[in-house]
């Protein structure tokens, strides 16, 4: 199962809008809704943002949002913050019952 | 609140096994399954596999197949992760991480534990 694809930076000044891609196959991202998206701050465990593609955990801000089109899955940051600046990866399940995660884009907040 | 506590770091020789453990608490043992992650030293996430904690089937990475080994004791609240067989390849920050929701399949991952650090060296 190879990991699914995210560029490996995308960067954004305060206040702006920025959008993380995550592509997979027709056997992971594009065969389920069961993306989800998880933030690591430097020497921290992860957190999850987002799940099931666009579904928002209690207590995560409304700034983070997810969709999905055919194979590629996005997650969207509104109204950037410093506290921003992070790693991020997608997680998808697949079609061999197992689950992948995408490679990390590392977030710059200008 | 639910809180997974790790066990701690490991040096290990090439060829050796690991086991680690993760102990629950705060919550229905049972009632949500159990990943093991794995994040080598400035590298991206890995997933490893998942365990039930209720009847204790088990689901691995292909890439694990025949060296790891997901169990659980419910009378603790605890996981365990072990692998074997061990490289220096294997040196990575080993987490467990709970499925918030009681979906099926399994497919999310919060809260995660602390980690446990392994070295595989000589």
């Known amino acids: 199962q190879s990991a699914l694809t995210q560029p490996a930076s995308v960067s954004g000044s305060p206040g702006q809008s920025i959008t993380i891609s995550c592509t997979g196959t027709?056997?992971?991202?594009?065969?389920?809704?069961?993306v989800s998206w998880y933030q690591q701050h430097p020497g921290k465990a992860p957190k999850l943002m987002i799940y099931d593609v666009s579904s928002r955990p209690s207590g995560v801000s409304n700034r983070f949002s997810g969709s999905k089109s055919g194979n590629t899955a996005s997650l969207t940051i509104s109204g950037l913050q410093a506290e921003d600046e992070a790693d991020y990866y997608c997680s998808s399940y697949t079609s061999s019952s197992t689950r992948v995660f995408g490679g990390g884009t590392k977030l710059t907040v200008l | 609140q639910v809180q997974l506590v790790q066990s701690g770091a490991e040096v290990k020789k090439p060829g050796a096994s690991v086991k680690v453990s993760c102990k629950a608490s705060g919550y229905t043992f049972t009632s949500y399954y159990m990943h093991w992650v794995r994040q080598a030293p400035g590298q991206g996430l890995e997933w490893m596999g998942v365990?039930?904690?209720?009847?204790?089937?088990?689901t691995y990475a292909q890439k694990f197949q025949g060296r790891v080994t997901m169990t659980r004791d419910t009378s603790t609240r605890t996981v365990y992760m072990e692998l074997s067989s061990l490289r220096s390849e294997d040196t990575a920050l080993y987490y467990c991480?709970?499925?918030?929701?009681?979906?099926?399949?399994?497919?999310?991952?919060?809260?995660w534990g602390q980690g446990t650090l392994v070295i595989v060296s000589s």
């Open positions: 991480a709970r499925d918030p929701y009681s979906n099926f399949p399994s497919r999310t991952f919060d809260p």
């Open positions: 027709s056997s992971d991202v594009g065969g389920y809704d069961y």
């Open positions: 365990i039930n904690p209720s009847g204790g089937s088990t």
